[in-house]
C-alpha cells in the first residue's frame, strides 16, 4: 500500500488533516475522529487538548508512531485495536485484538437489565413479592445476595458496567478465552472493581460453581451470533481483525443461544431473567428457543435506537 510520508515538520493540527485527508469514507471510518483519536494516543494528550495544543510540533518519534498507525487504519486495522482503548456506556475500557469490540447497541442491554436489578435491589431483603408484573412473575424467590452472571464477557464491558452502575451485587464473568479474562480482569482493576467480580474461564455456564445452582437473578450474555455464511461475507475490517469465537454463532447464528436457554434453568432462581443481545433479525428464533422450552414467562423482545430488535429476555418460571 502506498501511503505519501508524512511531512518531515508537522504541527498537531497538521498531522490530524494529513491522516483525516487519507483515510478513505466508508462505514467503517470516521476521518476526522479516528485521526484525533490516534494522534491523542500517539501525543498522550486528550482530545479536547489535541486542539488547545495545535501549533506543537510532532518529535521525530511520534512523527513515526503516527504515520506508522495510520497505515495500519488505512488498511483496515480498528482504531480501537489501535489504540487499545474504547468507551462503553460512559467508562473507557481497554480492547485488544483478543476481545470484541464492544458495540454501542450493548448498551441497550445494559438499560434494559438495570431496572430489573434495581427493583431486585429494592426488594431486598427478598420474601414474597407483593404482586405479579413483569419482573417479578413468581412469589418464591429465594433468598440470598443478588447475583448476576455474564456468560462470554469478552472485555466486560456487560458485568463491569453493571457492577459499577449497581455495586454490592454478586457479579460473575465467564469467557472461553484466557486472553479475553485477561483484559476484563485488566478492566476490573482499572474501574476498581477487582474485589467485585469472579472471572471463571471456560465454555458458557461449565465454570459456573454448583453453589450457583438455582440462585441466579440474572443472567445475560451478547453470545457470538453471526451464521456460518454471514461470516464469510464480513468486511475484513471485523473478520481479519476481531476474533473469530467472539463472532461465530455457528451454522444458523443461535448456538449460543440455544445451549444457554437449555442451561439457564439450573441456576436460575424463581423469577431469575435471562436476557441476550440478538442480530436483528433473529428475534423469532431466539424467542421460539424460549416458547420450546416451556420453562420461560414473559418473553420479551427489545429494540435498538435504530428500530432494530437488540434484546430478548424471559422470566425462568420454573
Ligand atoms: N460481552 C462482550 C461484549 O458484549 C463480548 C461479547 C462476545 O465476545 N461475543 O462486547
Known sequence: ????????????????????????PGPFYNARLDSELILAHVVRLDRLNLYLNFDQPLTSSEKHTFSDLVKRRIQGEPVQYLIGFTEFYGRSFIVSPAVLIPRPETEILIDYVKPF?????????????????LFNVNPTQSVGPITVVDIGTGSGIIALTLASELPGLLYYASDVSSAALNVAEQNAERLKLKGQITFLEGPFMVPLESKL?????????????????DMAQLPDEIRGYEP??????G????????????????????????AFEIGADQADAVT???????LFS???VVKDYNHLDRVVSAMYAG
Do not use: H
Open 298 to 300: 414473559n418473553i420479551n
Open 288 to 294: 421460539g428457543l424460549f416458547t420450546a422450552s416451556q
Open 1 to 24: 500500500m502506498n501511503v505519501p510520508e508524512i511531512p518531515p515538520s508537522v504541527t498537531i493540527i497538521q498531522s490530524i488533516q494529513w491522516a483525516s485527508d487519507r483515510f478513505k
Open 117 to 133: 436489578l434495581e427493583r431486585r435491589l429494592q426488594k431486598a431483603p427478598r420474601g414474597p413479592a407483593p404482586q405479579l408484573d
Open 251 to 274: 451454522e444458523d447464528g443461535l448456538e449460543c443461544y440455544a445451549e444457554l436457554v437449555k442451561n439457564a434453568p439450573i441456576f436460575l432462581n424463581s423469577g431469575g431473567m435471562l
Open 213 to 229: 445452582e438455582k440462585s441466579c437473578d440474572l443472567i445475560l450474555a451478547n453470545p457470538p451470533y453471526i451464521t456460518r455464511s
Open 244 to 249: 473469530r469465537v467472539a463472532l461465530d454463532g
